[in-house]
């Protein structure tokens, strides 16, 4: 391990250093930077016009939508300049800034499908009391929470972070700022760090997945026992997508962040947080949207009304 110095930046060494790889690197994650945004605002936007989505299920996805922009803006548009750039370097401060906003977004996401299960338990189990139960004030400090959570989360992780001291040369082997490879980079103990990784994001996972797996076994019982067939599928068709979109987010996050000594291949470890970095926002939209026929509706309405 080499001697430690006051860090001032880190060089990423990004996903290639072949140039041609880079340039269509380049184009590729562009083109899913501007699907992501253009997709999930969209979507914030439907459900903002459309009356018959104004119901807390639909607030709680066009507030998943907003966190699935913000999620990719902080990671994508660095890593397209990094991949032009002959210098991929970046700011001890611009690292620690991006790393503790990924930490707030990626906790609050999190909170929030957990949130969302609960919405679908509640619409399920206790139809009757639904729109008692998921009130608009209640909606609000659900999401307010689930944003709370993640800036706890940053807060206890980034400020153990940044006191630990780098290993020259200080280079970081991810297209980001991520909390695996800078603690590879430390040169002082980082265990008290792995310790609060490990904590913060097994509380965050542990909680929100035991949430969401109560409130589909609720969800689950109540619907075997609908007596039609199409009740069945209609109740079940109203939790496909958001069952769909935990198993992607969860299975890797927890492939992470669970084993922050950074076991596994770099490829494989960038491979991973490209999935869950770019790949989920991007199809998250498509997953709401082809799978419900309330979405499919508006959007249909929406585009007859236009002039």
Same mark, same amino acid.
């Given at each position: 391990?080499?001697?430690?110095?006051?860090?001032?930046?880190?060089?990423?060494?990004?996903?290639?250093?072949? &140039?041609?790889?880079?340039?269509?690197?380049?184009?590729?994650?562009?083109?899913?930077?501007?699907?992501?945004?253009?997709?999930?605002?969209?979507?914030?936007?439907?459900?903002?016009?459309?009356?018959?989505?104004?119901? &807390?299920?639909?607030?709680?996805?066009?507030?998943?939508?907003?966190?699935?922009?913000?999620?990719?803006?902080?990671?994508?548009?660095?890593?397209?300049?990094?991949?032009?750039?002959?210098?991929?370097?970046?700011?001890?401060? !611009?690292?620690?800034?991006?790393?503790?906003?990924?930490?707030?977004?990626?906790?609050?996401?999190?909170?929030?499908?957990?949130?969302?299960?609960?919405?679908?338990?509640?619409?399920?189990?206790?139809?009757?009391?639904?729109?008692?139960?998921?009130?608009?004030?209640?909606?609000?400090?659900?999401?307010?929470?689930?944003?709370? !959570? !993640?800036?706890?989360?940053?807060?206890?992780?980034?400020?153990?972070?940044?006191?630990?001291?780098?290993?020259?040369?200080?280079?970081?082997?991810?297209?980001?700022?991520?909390? &695996?490879?800078?603690?590879?980079?430390?040169?002082?103990d980082p265990w008290v760090t792995?310790?609060?990784?490990?904590?913060?994001?097994?509380?965050?996972?542990?909680?929100?997945?035991?949430?969401?797996?109560?409130?589909?076994?609720?969800?689950?019982?109540?619907?075997?026992?609908?007596?039609?067939?199409?009740?069945?599928?209609?109740?079940?068709?109203?939790?496909?997508?958001?069952?769909?979109?935990?198993?992607?987010?969860?299975?890797?996050?927890?492939?992470?962040?669970?084993?922050?000594?950074?076991? !596994?291949?770099?490829?494989g470890n960038q491979m991973v947080?490209?999935?869950?970095?770019?790949?989920?926002?991007?199809?998250?939209?498509?997953?709401?949207?082809?799978?419900?026929?309330?979405?499919?509706?508006?959007?249909?309405?929406?585009?007859?009304?236009?002039?």
């Open positions: 391990m080499e001697n430690s110095s006051m860090v001032t930046d880190f060089i990423l060494l990004g996903m290639t250093d072949n &140039p041609q790889l880079g340039v269509l690197l380049f184009a590729v994650f562009l083109i899913v930077y501007i699907v992501t945004v253009l997709g999930n605002l969209g979507l914030v936007i439907l459900i903002r016009v459309s009356p018959c989505l104004h119901t &807390p299920m639909y607030f709680f996805l066009s507030n998943l939508s907003l966190l699935d922009v913000c999620f990719s803006s902080i990671t994508i548009p660095k890593t397209l300049a990094n991949l032009l750039s002959k210098l991929q370097a970046v700011s001890f401060l !611009g690292c620690m800034t991006q790393m503790g906003l990924f930490i707030i977004f990626a906790s609050a996401e999190c909170n929030l499908l957990a949130s969302m299960a609960y919405d679908r338990y509640t619409a399920i189990c206790h139809p009757l009391l639904y729109y008692v139960t998921m009130s608009r004030v209640r909606c609000f400090l659900l999401v307010a929470g689930c944003y709370f !959570g !993640g800036l706890v989360n940053m807060v206890s992780v980034t400020t153990s972070i940044i006191r630990l001291s780098f290993c020259q040369p200080h280079v970081l082997p991810h297209f980001f700022c991520d909390i &695996p490879p800078l603690l590879a980079l430390a040169c002082s792995q310790v609060l990784v490990i904590g913060c994001g097994g509380f965050t996972l542990v909680t929100s997945i035991v949430v969401i797996l109560v409130s589909y076994m609720s969800v689950l019982m109540t619907i075997l026992g609908i007596p039609s067939t199409s009740g069945k599928q209609k109740a079940f068709s109203t939790c496909a997508s958001h069952i769909t979109t935990v198993g992607l987010y969860y299975g890797t996050t927890m492939y992470t962040y669970l084993q922050p000594s950074q076991r !596994g291949s770099q490829a947080s490209v999935f869950y970095t770019m790949v989920i926002p991007m199809i998250n939209p498509l997953i709401y949207s082809l799978r419900n026929q309330e979405v499919k509706v508006a959007l249909w309405k929406v585009l007859n009304q236009s002039p």
